[in-house]
């Protein structure tokens, strides 16, 4: 049962423009959540986060949107670089849960000059 | 530069072989993890590791052993794997509060192993 999901597998998006990647998931004990992007055989690098108590964080060209009733977040990134071309995956966890974090599928992104 | 160092990067083993992947860290994290990844799919925790005391088992056989040696050292002990563990291998770190995570999990580059 997957608990936090990422429907669209890829996306490609212009330079410049902006990228958005969604973020749905089923556990209305999750309260924290995490967005990590990763370049192949790299490790996941932690991109931004935000607490259940906001609806939105942002760090520089990263924002994160959480829209709890709809149990869904997204992650914009504006401008779009070619840099940004990576897998992102979202994640998730619940306070007592002893650190377990659930990620998602993971989205593909492309941008494209 | 990663502040979580994973030894080896690469790894080939035979199913009766032992051997041993390796993670440190010098962030002062109390928190260390082992992740398993499949091509295409998400991280899956295996282990948790909190103040040097196993905290989480996410069922996985026996095969795989973890070890913390100390605050700063992970290991995973590996013998008679199949070709399905097959996967990239992560170690991460992370601060602890009480009640659980407590901010995000710093990631190594992986150790990629190949089961024959």
């Known amino acids: 049962d997957q608990q936090v999901k990422q429907n669209s597998p890829s996306l490609s998006v212009q330079e410049g423009r902006i990228s958005i990647l969604n973020c749905d998931y089923t556990?209305?004990?999750?309260?924290?959540f995490l967005w990590y992007k990763k370049y192949p055989a790299e490790g996941p690098t932690f991109l931004i986060s935000i607490s259940s108590i906001k609806d939105k964080n942002e760090d520089g060209r990263f924002t994160v949107f959480l829209n709890k009733s709809a149990k869904h977040l997204s992650l914009h990134i504006v401008p779009s670089q070619p840099g940004d071309s990576a897998v992102y995956f979202c994640a998730a966890s619940a306070t007592g849960t002893a650190s377990k974090l659930t990620f998602g599928t993971g989205t593909r992104l492309q941008v494209t000059l | 530069d990663t502040e979580v160092t994973q030894t080896p990067k690469h790894l080939v083993m035979g199913m009766t072989n032992k051997k041993s992947l390796k993670c440190e860290q010098h962030m002062g994290h109390r928190a260390m993890y082992w992740y398993k990844q499949k091509a295409k799919k998400p991280p899956e925790l295996m282990f948790v590791y909190s103040y040097e005391k196993l905290s989480i088992n996410e069922s996985v056989p026996s095969r795989f052993s973890p070890e913390c040696p100390n605050s700063s050292l992970l290991n995973l002990h590996l013998h008679a794997l199949q070709p399905e563990d097959s996967a990239l291998y992560l170690c991460?770190?992370?601060?602890?509060?009480?009640?659980?995570?407590?901010?995000?999990?710093?990631f190594g580059e992986g150790s990629r192993l190949t089961v024959l």
């Open positions: 991460a770190s992370s601060q602890l509060r009480r009640g659980g995570l407590t901010g995000e999990l710093f």
């Open positions: 556990n209305s004990m999750f309260d924290y």
